[in-house]
């Protein structure tokens, strides 16, 4: 099965809402359906993150793991026009911190339910520092995935300036010497200044997911992921007690890995370099509760 082909462009991506909030949450979300004229059961996996780690990439290996898809072009040319098109099918919805459900490439008609965990469910992708209690969608399961922060901010400013600068963005803060006020604001907020108003800091979203009374979310690391991904997914069908079929899950490698656009080997290890004494033992002393929790150095 391939990709299906996106409605709209990627300058576009999640704007139109698919579902509105609901004060009943979840049971109000036939009422929904039936006026969207959508054909999905309601129930979803959540796959939450704060921005820049890994969401895309683990809910792409989720879809293309149900849905046995293959990319139809080469992974490694990121000029290829089809692989646009490819990354623009997978933004098919998303949970905004309203409760809202919104896509930018499909209408709640197209919206579809997956076979996963040997259930129906749609997969829901969302950076609120909580689940909506207003969202129509129910999240049987909620998987978190966690990235080193300073790999977070790394990833940030090549991302939000890439404008700006064009490639390599976070070697430019650097040349110039602007990283370090970079640095400095991000361990004042714990967190990066762009992501703060919608969705917090980085140290209350890591910390909140995880921590929730009774709902704690199963949580993966990044860096994990990255080194042994289909050791790093199983766990998660594990968790679900559902069965895991290793030769689909290395096949749904190729799509997720295609999508994964966020640097390998910077951050920690390149900002590690960045970083003053000073630098780190403040970064420190403000994620100490997350690095601990999540085996994180500075």
């Not at 509105?20 to 129930?43: K, T, V, Y």
């Not at 409760?99 to 965990?117: H, N, P, Q």
């Amino acid at each position: 099965m391939t990709a299906p082909r996106p409605t709209k462009a990627a300058s576009d991506r999640e704007t139109a809402v698919l579902f509105p909030a609901a004060s009943a949450g979840p049971a109000g979300f036939e009422a929904a359906r039936r006026a969207a004229g959508a054909d999905i059961c309601g129930r979803a996996i959540a796959v939450a993150s704060y921005p820049r780690s890994g969401n895309k990439m683990t809910r792409t290996f989720l879809r293309a793991y149900a849905l046995h898809v293959q990319p139809e072009f080469d992974v490694e040319n990121h000029d290829d026009p089809a692989r646009q098109a490819f990354l623009n099918a997978y933004f098919e919805a998303a949970v905004n911190p309203r409760g809202e459900v919104v896509s930018s490439v499909t209408s709640a008609r197209e919206l579809t339910d997956v076979s996963l965990f040997g259930r129906r469910l749609v997969i829901a992708k969302t950076h609120a520092a909580r689940w909506p209690g207003k969202c129509v969608l129910d999240p049987v399961f909620r998987l978190y995935v966690v990235r080193h922060p300073l790999d977070v901010l790394a990833s940030s400013l090549n991302f939000l300036m890439r404008r700006k600068r064009g490639g390599g963005a976070l070697d430019a803060l650097i040349a110039s010497g602007e990283i370090a006020g970079h640095i400095d604001d991000f361990i004042a907020r714990r967190g990066v200044a762009h992501y703060q108003r919608p969705f917090g800091s980085w140290l209350d979203h890591v910390t909140g997911w995880t921590d929730a009374d009774g709902e704690a979310a199963f949580w993966l690391r990044y860096e994990d992921i990255v080194r042994d991904p289909v050791a790093e997914y199983g766990r998660v069908f594990a968790a679900m007690d559902a069965p895991f079929d290793r030769a689909a899950a290395q096949a749904a490698l190729g799509p997720a890995n295609a999508v994964t656009e966020i640097e390998l080997g910077r951050g920690r290890d390149y900002l590690g370099a960045v970083l003053t004494e000073d630098q780190k033992q403040r970064a420190r002393d403000a994620f100490a509760p997350a690095l601990e929790r999540f085996g994180y150095e500075i």
